[in-house]
């Protein structure tokens, strides 16, 4: 069995190299090739953390994997990331384990971003160029990372956040990019500015607000992915013309979406899912007066995803291939 840490991975290019098979991972839910088992969800309120284990396996891979990924948000407080977790990736021919892949998080992090700009690109107007960036947390620097290595569009990115202080730590971590990058402190008018908006916070209360949402906005939302959180206000998913789910039944109960649900203001019918838009078996943007919204809650076929990749790029995937019988 081999370990993989965190440096080697880091060392590869997985937001490009990725992006095909990530892609193909919403795909793959819609299409019938994926196997997923309800995920693994452990709170631990009184330390403001959680733990979820995603499994699951696309038929004709040659691995399927196990993620343990945790996340505790006093962390950074600590001048410690929020994130943590490793991929078990077990040949899908023998049962031996392939590789540990101990990446301690960074993996869920490049996949979640990976998934969030391919959802954004096929979503948003095709006249889109600024983007709003909801939070200063590691998924904020890795959706404006990951929109910068796919999309080909010159894009202008606003980040918000309350403290002026962790604004500005993303704009300096993102300096080597060379992006049009602006911080604020003003959400309304950063919502109300923004061809696209990108929400990142694990909020546990209604961050955006209906009315600062014009009409064409796309919003992909992120941060809502466990029970209780929530960043959009209900209304203003009642109100949106297309409400896309990467799985239905995980962002109708603990999704973005689920608070909505709970109300009663939309069922199950109003969702579309992401994969059959990205395979063409359905429509995305109905027109450019359309209001989008994306609710990513993950999906294991992106681990499986972004697995492969990894073990592809370092040479290992014969391994599962030709693992012993």
């Not at 959680?50 to 696309?58: N, V």
């Not at 943590?84 to 971003?113: C, I, P, Y």
């Not at 239905?248 to 979406?257: A, M, P, T, V, Y």
Request: hydrophobic share 45%.
């Amino acid at each position: 069995m081999i370990v993989i840490d965190r440096e080697k991975l880091a060392s590869l290019p997985l937001l490009t190299l990725a992006a095909p098979a990530i892609r193909d991972a919403y795909i793959a839910v819609t299409d019938g090739r994926a196997n997923l088992p309800p995920v693994g969800y452990l709170p631990l309120i009184g330390r403001n953390a959680d733990c979820h284990i995603k499994y699951g396996y696309i038929e004709g891979d040659p691995i399927f994997v196990v993620k343990i990924a945790s996340g505790f948000y006093d962390n950074p407080a600590r001048g410690l990331p929020s994130s943590n977790g490793m991929m078990v990736a077990v040949s899908a021919e023998t049962g031996d384990v392939v590789a540990v892949l101990d990446d301690k998080g960074m993996l869920t992090d490049l996949r979640t971003g990976i998934g969030g700009a391919i959802a954004t690109m096929a979503l948003w107007r095709s006249d889109t160029r600024s983007v709003g960036i909801v939070g200063t947390g590691t998924q904020a620097r890795v959706q404006i990372r990951a929109l910068a290595a796919l999309s080909d569009r010159k894009l202008h990115f606003s980040v918000w956040g309350r403290s002026p202080e962790k604004v500005a730590a993303v704009l300096a971590d993102l300096a080597d990019l060379e992006l049009a990058i602006e911080a604020t402190t003003d959400l309304e008018a950063l919502c109300r500015q923004s061809d696209a908006i990108v929400a990142t916070t694990p909020s546990k209360e209604p961050l955006i607000r209906s009315d600062w949402i014009a009409p064409g906005t796309h919003i992909t939302a992120m941060g809502a992915h466990a029970p209780g959180k929530q960043e959009l206000d209900i209304a203003l998913v009642a109100r949106a013309d297309r409400l896309f789910v990467d799985l239905s039944e995980q962002c109708l109960d603990h999704g973005e979406f689920s608070a909505a649900a709970r109300a009663g203001s939309i069922g199950e019918g109003r969702c579309v899912a992401l994969g059959a838009v990205l395979s063409g078996a359905t429509k995305g943007r109905r027109s450019d007066g359309d209001i989008t919204i994306a609710d990513l809650t993950g999906i294991a076929t992106q681990d499986i995803a972004i697995t492969r990749a990894a073990l592809a790029a370092l040479g290992l995937l014969g391994r599962a291939e030709g693992a012993r019988s």
